[in-house]
């Protein structure tokens, strides 16, 4: 595990497999709270047990230390070109011509954004926000499922649960009418897989969830 910058500038972590060529490299875009211990966790953990290489890319650069409050205030001036940006470089730097994506809550809505370009084969997105919240629209914000249409979405992959304030099953199953690979876990709550210190976390299905995600993207 190494903290890097990358080209745009974005701080990142990065992990390779401890031996061999990885399989593909995995871009990990960490909820709103950035990286932190639980994120570098799941890039060791998912470059040893998928063996890939995991480059992780800050959501908040130069914002690490600000709390909630102060990052779901800036979540408005964000700019989609910038986090996908930041995205696509992360995906250079794994070294691989074959890069998947993961997300998770708001880095699952920029996963998604991002899986509309090319670079990436497929994207699995846990409970990131198919269409942009309402506090957090601007004009520099387009919602994921606009960016993705019929071709983008198809490689696409939506972890959700029924409970979820912020993904909606019908913005869920918009996303199944243009292609996209739809799992959804009854009574799960934002957030049940990444984190096991959320009340909302839900062992079980996120061990199935987790294994769902592997087989999808080929590992």
């Given at each position: 595990?190494?903290?890097?910058?990358?080209?745009?500038?974005?701080?990142?972590?990065?992990?390779?497999?401890?031996?061999?060529?990885?399989?593909?490299?995995?871009?990990?875009?960490?909820?709103i709270m950035g990286l932190r211990p639980l994120f570098e966790e799941h890039c060791a953990r998912i470059s040893k047990e998928w063996k890939v290489s995991v480059c992780a890319p800050e959501l908040f650069p130069g914002g690490e230390k600000w709390n909630l409050d102060q990052r779901m205030k800036k979540a408005k001036t964000l700019k989609d070109e910038d986090k996908v940006g930041d995205i696509l470089a992360a995906a250079q730097r794994t070294g691989c011509d074959t890069v998947h994506v993961i997300g998770f809550c708001m880095g699952g809505m920029y996963a998604l954004k991002s899986a509309a370009d090319e670079r990436f084969t497929r994207c699995v997105s846990f409970y990131g926000m198919i269409r942009v919240p309402k506090q957090w629209k601007s004009k520099t914000q387009a919602d994921p499922i606009d960016l993705l249409g019929e071709g983008g979405a198809s490689q696409c992959m939506e972890i959700m649960g029924t409970e979820d304030p912020y993904v909606s099953v019908q913005d869920?199953?918009?996303?199944?009418?243009?292609?996209?690979?739809?799992?959804?876990y009854k009574g799960a709550e934002h957030g049940f897989v990444h984190d096991p210190d959320r009340p909302a976390h839900r062992p079980k299905d996120a061990k199935d969830a987790w294994a769902r995600a592997k087989k999808f993207l080929g590992l």
């Open positions: 595990m190494a903290k890097i910058e990358l080209s745009t500038g974005t701080p990142a972590e990065i992990v390779h497999p401890q031996t061999g060529r990885p399989k593909a490299g995995i871009v990990l875009v960490p909820d869920g199953k918009d996303l199944e009418a243009l292609g996209a690979t739809l799992v959804v």
